[in-house]
């Protein structure tokens, strides 16, 4: 079968799309709401560069749809320059048209000058640095419990794992990645399907600790204590009040301008995109927003979302003035209380570590732990060499998972 990459300029290869993403990620309930998606597409059409959002599939016998991808484009201040740059997004090829994957990504690269990826599929960066994508960096992964039916038995020894007949089952996965039950695009035949990250892998699965209801509650009482002793002891405020604030206004973009003079590679978040990203129309609105200001000057800000089933809460962003800590120092602080008191089980924050965002010691210090190896990964490639090298290297950057497309599809 013959497949074509085309356009998408054929609104009746939509319900192809609809029920290819489907398949793709049939773990997901909300791919079945064909609406839910639809939302998505006119909510990045009202961004201010709609009009350079690009689309393809791949289509068999003329009428099939076997693949799809989107290039999102998002204004960057690198080096103090303002640059467009386009995300490969909704990526997604029928395991029996594998090589449709790297006809797809070569076509993003010839129609985008730039590009800037947060991605966490090893096949599918595989296909990104080999056509020319370079790993500036990982992102970081910290997370906090808040509530012990969270942790995951520990390992058993087989023989007795067949006696509780504790079988190799997918554990349901986090909201927002790739299911690993499927082929990923683009990987070589007899490849082995990638391990999603976060709680998504299929793995063996790790039931949840089975604990009668005094004992999960006098553990639970435990934490809520390891809390407050831990904020009391958290180096202090210093004066210092958090707020939740009730949107974006112009002290949003003062400090976006003062960020981007301290950092050298950064999203460019001004109050006009964070209304955008994140206020009415946003797949994650509405978002809790908590911020710390110096009289009319605002110091810094988080952006907090719990996710629809109430036991994940996400730092989608923190940002501060470059060198205040300890503003990063309350926001955490703050989150933790706020996510606390939402009845929120899990915390997660990916970040990259920089002057604008918190420090891994405090993070620690506030009871966050680090996940290894389930970290997204940062890709870019600038037409610029002079741009392009100075994006390549991590330490020039702030970013959060919410600068991006990693967690558009969150909700």
Known sequence: MKAVVQPFD???????????????????????????GSSIYRWLKNHPLGDELHRWVSVADGRRVVGHLTAIPQYYRINGRRIVAHTPADFMVD????????????????????????????????????????VAGQLSYAAKLLNVSRLPVPSLP???????????????PARGYTSAQTEVPGAAPGTPPAVAEDDAELLPYRPRLPLPAPVKGLLNAGLRAADRALGAAFGGSGGLRVEELGGFDA????????????VPCVAEKDA??????????????????????????????????????????????????????????????EATRFFRRGGVEIVRYRFLESPVSAQSG???????FYRKG??????????????????????????????????????
């Open 10 to 36: 054929d609104p009746a290869l939509l319900d192809g799309i609809n029920w290819l993403r489907v398949h793709s990620y049939p773990q997901f309930q909300e791919t079945r709401d064909f609406e839910f």
């Open 95 to 134: 395991p029996r048209h594998g090589f449709q994957a790297v006809s797809l990504m070569r076509r993003f690269f010839r129609a985008t000058e730039n590009y800037v990826s947060c991605d966490m599929v090893p096949a599918v960066i595989g296909v990104e640095t080999r056509l020319g994508a370079e």
């Open 158 to 172: 087989a023989p007795l794992e067949g006696l509780l007949k504790v079988g190799k089952r997918g554990a349901p």
């Open 251 to 262: 002290s949003f973009d003062e400090l976006f301008e003062r960020v981007a003079a301290g």
């Open 272 to 333: 006009a995109f964070l209304r955008w990203r994140y206020g009415p129309g946003s797949p994650q609105h509405p978002v809790s927003v908590l911020g710390v200001k110096g009289g009319e000057t605002l110091l810094g800000y988080a952006v907090l979302m719990v996710i629809s089933t109430g036991q994940d809460g996400f730092i989608l962003d923190l940002t501060t003035l470059p060198g205040r800590r300890d503003v990063a120092r309350a926001l955490l602080r």
């Open 362 to 368: 405090d993070l620690r210090r506030l009871g966050f």
């Open 374 to 411: 389930r970290s997204n990964t940062l890709l870019v490639r600038f037409s610029d060499h002079g741009i392009h090298k100075v994006a390549r290297d991590v330490a020039n950057w702030s970013y959060t998972t919410g600068d991006g497309e990693a967690t558009f599809w969150m909700r």
